[in-house]
Structures are given as structure tokens and as C-alpha cells.
């Protein structure tokens, strides 16, 4: 004797369990397919992947900010004392959060009436056993890539290629030390540069500190401020800007 057909109900509930099964088994493999290979190194389709925590990265990364009147100014995101202790060691090895903190870099600077005109990268990481290399392109301008990044592929476009670098090839011989941020940081102060203070950006932006916490000039809190996005003023400040 036949089984009884479905249901709707039944047959619709089958389909949305099929579909969460079959999203929750190719999700963490898109990797594979929409990104360039490397994602160990580069991370982009990192997030939900398996082969993630299959792996060790480590380095160091800074941003040089220039100003139109010749300045220099060297931010140190592990140290920064406007980020948390758990955004210290995210936003420098993760490029997503990295060029956060590069969108609030430049919104500081705008808030504090500073004439940024451009934001170089120097870093050097070291995946697992390959050789170190920068993992963000050296000499490009980052401010390029403000608020550009935002989406996944195909949504959005790799930044491998442009200012993150492709994986470092295992037989290559190593670019840079991943122990050296302070002879890097010597280096950017004997050519003129100065170590950036960002709490003094902070404050020339008309942010203050009380028991802790940082407010926005409206009082508010800064955190709720969503400093680190591009809005419509900080796309005009930095499409604006003179050429570095």
C-alpha cells in the first residue's frame, strides 16, 4: 500500500530543511570557489570555515599617515588605546578589521580638521611554516579602499592583488622578520616620521575621556558612533584630498 502524499506543510518543511542542510554544508567551502587561493593567509571567506583553526599567523602591521603639510605620523593598532584589548589583536591581523581602523584613522583626522592625504601599510606576517612577507601591499594608499570592502564575493571584490598580497609561495625566501615592528618603527622614525599618539588625535577631534570610556562631542558615546564606516561626510573628506 502507497504512503499517503505530503502536505504542503510537510513538503515545505522538507525543502526549509534541506535548504538549511545544504547552505550549513557548502557555506564553509565558498571559499573554494569565490575567493583567490590563500585564505589561510589573506582570510577573505574565512569566517565559518573549517580549515581555520588549522593554522597559526603572526606578525606585526602599522599605518603611516601623510599629511598635506609634509607630516608623518605611524599608528600602531596593537597598541592603540582607543581599541579594546580583544580588537589589539584582531584588528591587526585580520585585514577586514584592519581597514576598519584605517576608516577611523582617516575620520579622526577629519574630525580633528587635519589634511590627510594618505594612509601606507607596513607589515610582516608569517603563516604556519611559509617564509614572512608583508600581508598588505606595500605602498598602497589605503584610503583608496575605504568603505569599498564592506561586501562578500561575488557582491564585492577580492583585495587580493591591489592591497593585500597573494600567499606567500613555500619556496620563496623571506621579505621582512616578523619580530622586527620596532626596528620597522625605527626605521619610519629615522625618515622622518613620528610615532602617532591617538588619544591626542582623539582629543583635537573633540572626543573626551571619563572613567574609561570615550564620548563623542555630542556627549554621546563613542562607540555608538559607528566611526569606523564611510558616511557620506567622510567620503566627501577623503574624495577631496590632494594627491600625497
Given at each position: 500500500m502507497a504512503p499517503p502524499p505530503l502536505t504542503v506543510r510537510q513538503t515545505s518543511l522538507l525543502l526549509f530543511v534541506g535548504a538549511i542542510f545544504s547552505f550549513h554544508g557548502l557555506w564553509?567551502?565558498?571559499?573554494?570557489?569565490?575567493?583567490?587561493s590563500g585564505v589561510s593567509w589573506h582570510e577573505e571567506g574565512h569566517l565559518h570555515a573549517w580549515h581555520m583553526k588549522l593554522r597559526t599567523k603572526r606578525g606585526w602591521s602599522l599605518v603611516v599617515a601623510h599629511e598635506a603639510d609634509g607630516s608623518r605620523t605611524i599608528f600602531d593598532?596593537?597598541?592603540?588605546?582607543?581599541?579594546?584589548?580583544?580588537?589589539?589583536?584582531?584588528?591587526a591581523v585580520r585585514p577586514h578589521a584592519f581597514m576598519l581602523y584605517v576608516t577611523l584613522v582617516a575620520r579622526l583626522h577629519m574630525m580633528a580638521g587635519r589634511n590627510l592625504t594618505a594612509v601606507y601599510p607596513y607589515s610582516c606576517y608569517s603563516l604556519n611554516?611559509?617564509?614572512?612577507?608583508p600581508l598588505y601591499a606595500p605602498g598602497v594608499d589605503l584610503l583608496d579602499f575605504v568603505?569599498?570592502?564592506?561586501l562578500?564575493?561575488?557582491?564585492?571584490?577580492?583585495?587580493?592583488?591591489?592591497?593585500?598580497?597573494?600567499?606567500p609561495s613555500l619556496t620563496q625566501q623571506a621579505a621582512c622578520e616578523v619580530h622586527s615592528e620596532y626596528e620597522a618603527t625605527k626605521q619610519l622614525n629615522d625618515n622622518g616620521a613620528v610615532a602617532?599618539?591617538?588619544?591626542?588625535?582623539?582629543?583635537?577631534?573633540g572626543i573626551v575621556r571619563k572613567g574609561g570610556a570615550y564620548f563623542a562631542p555630542s556627549g554621546e558615546y563613542a562607540y555608538t558612533q559607528r566611526w569606523h564606516r564611510l558616511d557620506a561626510q567622510l567620503a566627501a573628506y577623503l574624495a577631496s584630498r590632494p594627491a600625497p
Open positions: 564553509p567551502l565558498r571559499h573554494l570557489l569565490l575567493y583567490p593598532p596593537e597598541s592603540d588605546p582607543l581599541l579594546t584589548h580583544d580588537q589589539h589583536g584582531k584588528v611554516n611559509r617564509p614572512a612577507a568603505g569599498k570592502y564592506e562578500a564575493v561575488p557582491l564585492g571584490s577580492s583585495g587580493v592583488g591591489t592591497w593585500l598580497t597573494p600567499i602617532g599618539d591617538s588619544y591626542r588625535l582623539a582629543q583635537q577631534a
